[in-house]
């Protein structure tokens, strides 16, 4: 059974930074893609950035140059690091995994990101 735990959520400033964790079990971590997702109030779920079992990334245009995803195999665990925060970046996060980057088939509980002064 495929658990994604996510953490690291939190109320921030603009400006600041967070990190987000998410870890994975019940799957061959390293052979998946892992991604990050996020929704805001009222909006779909949008894609954020995502990195493939070889180790590439992708990022949605937003967050480029602010965010960085990042993988541990050996902990099982995808990051998401969250650097120049703005409000627009308000959310709940989502940690998603698949057998390739264009398809995530399994989803954690997701994580509260609120920028706000």
């Known amino acids: 059974q495929v658990q994604l735990v996510e953490s690291g959520g939190g109320l921030v400033q603009p400006g600041g930074s967070l990190r987000l964790s998410c870890a994975a079990s019940?799957?061959?971590?390293?052979?998946?893609?892992m991604g990050w997702y996020r929704q805001a109030p009222g909006k779909q779920r949008e894609l954020v950035a995502r990195?493939?079992?070889?180790?590439?990334?992708n990022y949605a245009d937003s967050v480029k140059g602010r965010f960085a995803i990042s993988r541990d195999n050996a902990k099982n665990t995808v990051y998401l690091q969250m650097n120049s925060l703005k409000f627009e970046d308000t959310g709940v996060y989502y940690c998603a995994c698949g057998r390739n980057w264009y398809i995530f088939d399994s989803w954690g509980q997701g994580t509260q990101v609120t920028v706000s002064s």
């Open positions: 019940g799957i061959i971590f390293s052979s998946k893609a």
């Open positions: 990195i493939s079992s070889g180790g590439s990334t």
